[in-house]
């Protein structure tokens, strides 16, 4: 330390040091930077990491990133930065990052190659629109990112995470997560603001800097005094950014100037008037030159220079910005020293300067790849109804629709509609803009756009009409339809020949309200005045097979023959058309009336569909039922995986009704799987995202009463079969969901055999309605169990014999196992032996493994000392993760198969899989099959 004269007194004063920015020693965080190193080497050795850096602006974050990268020896490192102006353009963050890694997209399947070509386009745009969605983005970018590490390690850098769009941060937050034997580390750096919200990856705090190292930063600016120094590090915090900006607006000749100041410092809005004070001397020139920088993002140099010529400027009016460090000019890109400098730049300027700026820009945007920045440069330049901006708008909508950027489609279809000057194509557009928003999850602003669109749709039928279904719409992600059902119902009455389809379409929606109260002979009638509007004809309609489906299903529901004849003459419709769910919803009521085969047909149309094109509520939707028939053809194993990555897929899509009935076939499978906490666990989840809603609490009340029912604890069984027999009272269809049997085993082990009798008797009712043969083997079943002597004898005989004529192994085990438990408990042990015995491998095949220790019990009882249980594994050891990549390595699918189907790198999974040896106890694929080979 030195000391110098000033005024004819001696202070000390704080030595030359360290800085924070460029190629400076960084001051301080020498516990942020040893944990970052940590983690760059972690991924150098193979083990994918990724961390969030959180801080308020100006802490520093930025150096962080800076030092890093420069420590980064052997390393592939790319960068991308979020820019408040661009967060409305799809992918533009990611496209930026993934651009210098092109190179490697040659070296993946086509499909991914395609999709990586759309989101960095050559100069001329001439590469072709592909097929994607946000599934297929995803993967795309997991696959070209682990590629690359492949070769090199990859640091992954990306600045101002909170401003990148939408598309962007679900696309790396995706791949993140995802990271765990790739050579990768993804770095995100963002204020603590919700907009970037990243669970399940680890955080890193940042605060401000001690006093010892404020210090040291306020040396960069000259010699302070010590007094004054350590006043103002108190007063900012010790915030970097406002220790280095505010000496050049603030007199720090001594500890009194700062008195007036307010403790601690509004840091932000001070750092800010730094910044305008640097624009105070320039000329107005230089300053519309740094407006259009501001304005343009991170566009290319040619972009801005052309900008700038529109507004007879040249580059040479950014030579003072430079000079004084506010911007530079690097390669083909314009940056600003600090995001609160491009703040500054443009909230100084007036709102006319601003429309000049955007006006020039869009005129600069002149490449096809630019099409989307040129739209909202135009958005931005234009005050009143534009019929042509608005256009570009929602043609920028809907590529961002066909990227996945939800957020960006929303915003951009929104915008269209503020611009647009007739009223009824503004309601459509609002309308158009408030379904992706409720897609996006954003519910509360979707029905404020929708109050908007009513308002303008006035007298016009078919606008209200699309008002009114995209708020139904609204209400089933709610799960809230009965809100509405009356103002669907009379506004579908009241449609003319012409909106006679859009109407039936909308009124279709309403079918929802009864059906989540088991409503059937409402359900019914909505589907019978949908199918009128749609299908007057009777015949299912090409344009919307939706509406003939959903009457089949109510149908069914009121055990009406028509239905199952109605549900086979819609296959061949919903196969041929555009896949949009119907298939899924057409497989629902072929499980229901025993055609698993078509049912699963129907529902592999639907998801090898979604999957092409990466439509992941398809997917999910798809999966779902494709779960629910495997578990009543017995293979409840494949059921799991499948109910796995819906629940998977509703998580991302984060809208409650989707995950609740993903957590309803979560608590069904593993109910027969005999895992009693992992089914109270999803039937509570499920119950509590949708408390009202009793189709949910059927299946839930249905799945905890079997699960207790497998395990013995008929205490628990009776009271929640009653509830969801009491619940699904109106439906005649018994097969919807099957519970009257199991009340019915249920009453009579509890000995409560009367009331059994009155279950049978109507399960025996339902049973003749609709010719169900399932149910009719279990209702006899339950017929034998209350029988005596030879009685019983021949009920089981008959039950049996109806078991041939449907395929539903676990239901014929079950019945052999009754019938094993009566031939024991009747002094029959020899006979006992059989069914016993073929009742047991089938449920240790089925990993059922509850009824499985019942069988086993049962076989102990008749003399054996032990029965040892079959040579398969404990899959409760296993993650869900390592689950799904088990079940598929056991169905004969290799490493990159098994990475595709669920989005993992192929080292990522290898890696799973030796987890998953080592906790089965084996040492190949081969020994893996074996273990979990399918039920036959």
């Not at 007057?536 to 109510?554: E, H, S, T």
């Not at 339950?782 to 030879?790: D, E, F, P, V, Y």
């Not at 039950?799 to 438990?821: K, M």
């Amino acid at each position: 330390m030195r000391r110098v004269s000033m005024g004819g007194s001696s202070l000390a004063c704080v030595p030359a040091g360290a800085v924070v920015w460029g190629h400076m020693r960084i001051v301080g965080r020498d516990t942020e930077r040893a944990r970052l190193a940590f983690l760059l080497d972690e991924a150098r050795g193979g083990r994918g990491r990724s961390i969030v850096v959180r801080g308020e602006p100006g802490i520093g974050k930025t150096a962080l990133l800076d030092h890093l990268a420069e420590h980064a020896q052997g390393c592939t490192v790319v960068r991308a930065a979020g820019v408040e102006f661009e967060s409305e353009l799809a992918l533009a963050s990611l496209s930026e990052l993934v651009g210098p890694l092109l190179d490697v997209a040659r070296e993946l399947p086509a499909r991914y190659a395609d999709v990586l070509t759309d989101l960095v386009p050559p100069d001329d745009g001439a590469a072709p629109p592909v097929a994607g969605g946000r599934h297929a983005v995803y993967a795309a970018t997991l696959a070209l990112l682990t590629a690359a590490a492949a070769r090199r390690p990859l640091l992954c850098l990306i600045d101002d995470a909170h401003w990148i769009d939408d598309a962007s941060a679900a696309a790396l937050l995706f791949t993140a997560r995802r990271l765990l034997a790739d050579s990768v580390l993804i770095v995100f750096a963002t204020r603590e603001v919700p907009a970037f919200d990243a669970p399940g990856i680890e955080t890193l705090r940042l605060e401000g800097l001690n006093e010892e190292a404020s210090l040291q930063l306020l040396a960069r600016g000259g010699n302070v005094p010590i007094l004054v120094g350590a006043r103002l590090a108190a007063l900012t915090m010790g915030n970097p950014l406002a220790l280095l900006e505010l000496p050049r607006v603030l007199s720090l000749e001594s500890a009194e100037s700062l008195s007036e100041l307010v403790e601690p410092l509004p840091t932000t809005k001070l750092l800010q008037r730094a910044f305008a004070a640097s624009l105070v001397t320039m000329s107005a020139r230089q300053r519309q030159a740094l407006l259009v920088c501001a304005a343009a993002g991170s566009a290319d140099l040619e972009v801005v220079a052309r900008a700038l010529e529109a507004l007879d400027l040249r580059l040479a009016a950014l030579d003072e910005g430079t000079v004084s460090g506010l911007v530079q000019i690097t390669g083909r890109a314009v940056t600003f020293r600090h995001p609160l400098i491009r703040s500054a730049v443009y909230s100084g300027a007036g709102p006319g300067e601003r429309w000049q700026a955007h006006a020039a820009l869009a005129g600069a945007c002149t490449s096809p790849k630019d099409a989307d920045r040129r739209a909202w440069h135009l958005a931005c330049a234009t005050v009143g109804p534009d019929e042509q901006v608005a256009a570009a708008l929602a043609a920028t909508a809907d590529r961002a629709r066909r990227h996945g950027g939800i957020v960006a489609q929303a915003a951009a279809l929104e915008r269209a509609a503020e611009l647009t000057g007739e009223p009824v194509l503004r309601a459509r557009r609002i309308c158009a803009a408030a379904t992706i928003w409720s897609a996006a999850g954003a519910l509360d602003h979707s029905e404020e756009l929708l109050d908007q669109a009513e308002a303008l749709a006035g007298d016009d039928v078919s606008a209200r009409i699309e008002v009114l279904g995209d708020r139904a719409y609204h209400a089933v992600l709610r799960g809230r339809t009965g809100d509405i059902f009356d103002a669907l119902v009379a506004e579908a009455a009241g449609a003319g020949p012409e909106d006679r389809l859009a109407a039936g379409r909308m009124l279709s929606l309403a079918m929802n309200a009864p059906l989540a109260r088991w409503h059937v002979a409402a359900t019914l009638d909505v589907c019978t005045k949908v199918m009128a509007l749609t299908a007057p004809d009777g015949r299912p309609n090409p344009v919307f097979p939706k509406g003939a489906v959903r009457l089949a299903l109510a149908q069914v529901l009121a055990g009406q023959p028509a239905g199952a004849e109605l549900a086979r003459a819609c296959v061949a419709v919903c196969e041929r058309h555009v896949p949009n769910g119907a298939c899924a919803e057409l497989a629902e009521v072929l499980m229901y009336i025993e055609d698993y085969d078509l049912a699963r047909r129907m529902i592999e149309h639907d998801v090898a569909a979604a999957r092409a094109v990466g439509d992941i509520a398809l997917l999910g939707y798809g999966l779902r039922r494709r779960a629910q028939v495997e578990v009543r053809v017995g293979r409840p194993l494949t059921a799991y995986s499948d109910a796995l990555e819906c629940a998977g897929l509703a998580d991302a899509m984060a809208q409650p009704t989707t995950i609740a009935a993903s957590r309803a076939t979560l608590a069904m499978v593993t109910a027969v799987l005999g895992r009693a906490e992992d089914c109270a666990a999803h039937a509570e989840e499920a119950m509590r995202l949708c408390p009202d809603d009793l189709e949910t609490e059927a299946r839930v009340r249905y799945a905890l009463g079997l699960v207790a029912l497998a395990g013995g604890r008929i205490a628990d069984a009776v009271p929640e079969l009653r509830r969801a027999d009491t619940v699904l009272r109106a439906v005649v269809e018994p097969a919807v969901v099957p519970v009257i049997a199991d009340l019915a085993e249920a009453l009579v082990r509890a000995g409560l055999t009367a009331e059994a009798r009155g279950v049978l008797d109507r399960l025996d009712a339902a049973v003749a309605a609709t010719g169900r043969r399932g149910r009719r083997a279990a209702a006899l079943r339950c017929r034998a169990l209350l029988a005596r002597g030879t009685a019983a004898g021949s009920l089981f005989t008959a039950a049996l014999e109806a078991h041939r004529d449907v395929d539903e192994p676990l239901e014929r085990a079950r019945t052999l196992l009754c019938q094993g438990q009566w031939l024991r408990r009747s002094r029959r042990r020899q006979d006992a032996h059989q069914p016993l015995a073929a009742a047991l491998e089938v449920f240790e095949s089925a990993e059922a493994t509850l009824w499985a220790e019942q069988a086993r019990h049962e076989l102990t009882l008749l003399g054996l000392r032990a029965v040892p249980k079959a040579d398969r594994p404990d899959l409760g050891v296993l993650t869900p993760q390592e689950w799904r990549i088990a079940w598929a390595a056991a169905q004969g699918r290799t490493s990159r198969e098994i990475a595709a189907e669920v989005l993992l790198s192929i080292r990522t999974v290898d890696y799973h899989l030796g987890n998953v040896y080592r906790k089965l106890g084996v040492s190949s694929r081969r020994a893996l099959i074996r273990q979990l080979k399918p039920v036959p």
